[in-house]
């Protein structure tokens, strides 16, 4: 059973900066396209970033120099770093592969950044 764990997120103030990590199991994710997602309150989950199984970063035109992907094959993990936070980045942030499978969501990990 494919299974992702998201964690490291948190309460943080404008500006600050957040690594988020992704776990899989259940499946060798080393050869796939993989993305991370967020859903903010009262919207639609949105892709924010995306690696491909070289580890080439790529992210959304409008978060590109503060959310950088990266990914760890050997452990099947992935990571977000998002700089310079602000309050618009608050939501749940989820990985998946890319494009994402409905079967995969975990439970995400909540970011808020306030003051």
């Known amino acids: 059973q494919v299974q992702f764990v998201e964690s490291g997120g948190g309460l943080v103030q404008p500006g600050g900066s957040l690594r988020l990590s992704c776990a899989a199991s259940?499946?060798?994710?080393?050869?796939?396209?993989m993305g991370w997602y967020r859903q903010a309150p009262g919207k639609q989950r949105e892709g924010v970033a995306r690696i491909g199984p070289n580890g080439r970063p790529d992210s959304v035109d409008s978060m590109k120099g503060r959310f950088t992907s990266s990914r760890d094959n050997a452990k099947n993990s992935l990571y977000l770093q998002i700089d310079n936070l602000k309050p618009e980045d608050t939501g749940i942030y989820y990985c998946?592969?890319?494009?994402?499978?409905?079967?995969?969501w975990g439970q995400g990990t909540q970011v808020t950044v306030s003051s």
């Open positions: 259940g499946r060798d994710f080393s050869g796939f396209v």
């Open positions: 998946n592969a890319y494009p994402p499978s409905d079967t995969y």
